[in-house]
């Protein structure tokens, strides 16, 4: 019942004879846009409805609006193959983060003043969008202070110090260290307190 219906409306509404060339122009227009979103936000949906209105205005009359949605369709699904695998771009790979741990140890700059409970840092292939809400070891780090993540904490948050706090990577390492040891022998201790209550009962 729906299907007659929009059929209905959809021929009412643009002659079949100018559906492809509104797909041509939509085409144009979307890759158009582009220029000024560049990445492929814009050129696959473009290539598709241009592709698919080119072979529409090819096949004439038996262009339905059927045949065009399964053009677009087919067309997408080639340009999207076609900019993934031949990497047009460039950075294959590289434009989102797997986890937040990948995150630990990679380098930025601050964008707005950092201090222990607030600030904004803009990390060196740092995914999709680069900005991350941060906050200080200690102290305050200016705008322009290039840092390193210590902590991602999960990826919203992410806890940075300055690259020339003189705190290094094997300090950081012997810190980690550190703290599992100290929670190993909290767990250790918290199970010899169980086991001898249990006893004692």
Known sequence: MLEP??????????????LPLLLVTAGLGVSF???FAPGAHFIVLGI???AAGLVGLVLGPLASPIVLGVLVLVFGS?????????????????????????????????????TPTDGEVKLDDGGFNPLY???????????????????????????????SSGYDEIDRQLDQG???RSDDVERADSEDDTEMETERA
Do not use: C, H, W
């Open 48 to 50: 598709a409805l241009l």
């Open 78 to 114: 080639l340009a999207l193959y076609g900019y993934r695998e031949f990497d047009i771009y460039g950075g294959k790979g590289t434009e989102q983060t797997s986890d937040s741990a990948s995150l630990r140890g990679r380098t930025g700059r601050v964008t707005e003043r950092v």
């Open 178 to 180: 550190r703290a599992s």
């Open 33 to 35: 846009l582009e220029a």
């Open 133 to 163: 809400a941060a906050r200080s070891v200690d102290g305050e780090l200016p705008v322009g202070t290039e840092v390193v993540v210590v902590d991602p904490g999960g990826g919203n948050v992410v806890t940075v110090e300055s690259l």
């Open 5 to 18: 219906a929009l059929s209905v409306a959809l021929q009412l509404s643009i002659p079949p004879e100018t």
